[in-house]
């Protein structure tokens, strides 16, 4: 099997990058519109007046607040794999399952840019 089997092209590889980047920058606005959110609630807080379905209001927001703090320690976690992503670019490991040893295919990496696992061993360890 020659080196070109078991890693992607230069070319293959800058496609991947700017996937990678597109994804990135979409991420991070989202979690800057969701930090923003959660400073406008914080701030509009203080301005109701007591009320009996005060108690209501404060329970939904905070559950939406929550829910919003979930969604932005996702979208954090997800901009940390897709910039672990470019680091296995540049150190030439990306494209590489760790499971398996075998290149992940083009497709699977075009879904899912930052993924280290080939269908078959994501499939293996769910059994």
Request: proline share 1%.
């Amino acid at each position: 099997m020659s080196e070109e089997n078991l890693r992607y092209s230069r070319e293959e590889l800058v496609e991947f990058q700017d996937i990678i980047q597109d994804k990135l920058t979409a991420a991070r606005k989202e979690v800057a519109f969701i930090k923003e959110t959660l400073s406008r609630r914080n701030d509009s807080g203080t301005d109701n007046t007591a009320s009996s379905s005060k108690v209501l209001e404060d329970g939904a927001d905070t559950a939406e607040k929550e829910s919003l703090n979930q969604l932005a320690s996702r979208q954090m976690k997800f901009i940390q794999q897709l910039e672990n992503a470019l680091i296995r670019i540049k150190n030439g490991t990306y494209g590489v399952c760790i499971g398996t040893g075998k290149l992940i295919s083009k497709e699977r990496l075009r879904a899912v840019p930052h993924t280290q696992h080939s269908i078959e061993a994501k499939m293996a360890r769910r059994d």
